[in-house]
């Protein structure tokens, strides 16, 4: 009970910081952090597939009715969702069978910042291309993707070594 009442109030903290402050946010013009997939990147190794895909789902179309943005971040975040278990599994030495939360303590910081990385840089791609939907402005788009994935990790992974400082 006391976890998923913690569940509950990262989502909404999450949900809110990212479309009441980082959505205004858009350092040198490009770069815009995306911190709400914090939510979907700690999320325990072993939560079930059908959970994790309805949970990004939801997280992403909150974020998308509070930015006016139809559809763009749920379909990204039920992307990172579906991805999340073979980047995680490509990151990790463990057996299958353990039941971690992932984070900087329980991966070490290489794992998990090639995991975080990974996942932000599909997510980056996904809602980039789905905004542009064209590649005319082909290294304006690769610009904003670059930008956005380097201010993302960095604000993820202060996020997760601040929330796990104990």
Known sequence: MVQTLHRI?????????????LN????????????????ILAL????SRKS????????GLCV???SNTPGMHAAASTFLAFLRRPLLQAQMLRETTDDYEPGVRSMGLGPFLRYVTSAVLAFVVAVRVIDAFNFFHFIE???RIVTDTLV?????????VIRRRK
């Open 64 to 66: 998308d009715i509070f």
């Open 9 to 21: 109030v990262w989502f909404v903290v999450l949900v809110l910081v990212q479309v009441e402050i």
């Open 24 to 39: 205004h946010v858009h350092i040198m013009g490009y770069a815009t952090p995306i911190v709400f997939i914090y939510y």
């Open 44 to 47: 325990n190794s072993e939560i």
């Open 141 to 143: 788009l690769l610009l």
């Open 152 to 160: 993302t990790v960095v604000c993820i992974m202060c996020i997760d």
């Open 52 to 59: 994790l895909l309805l949970q990004a789902f939801f997280l």
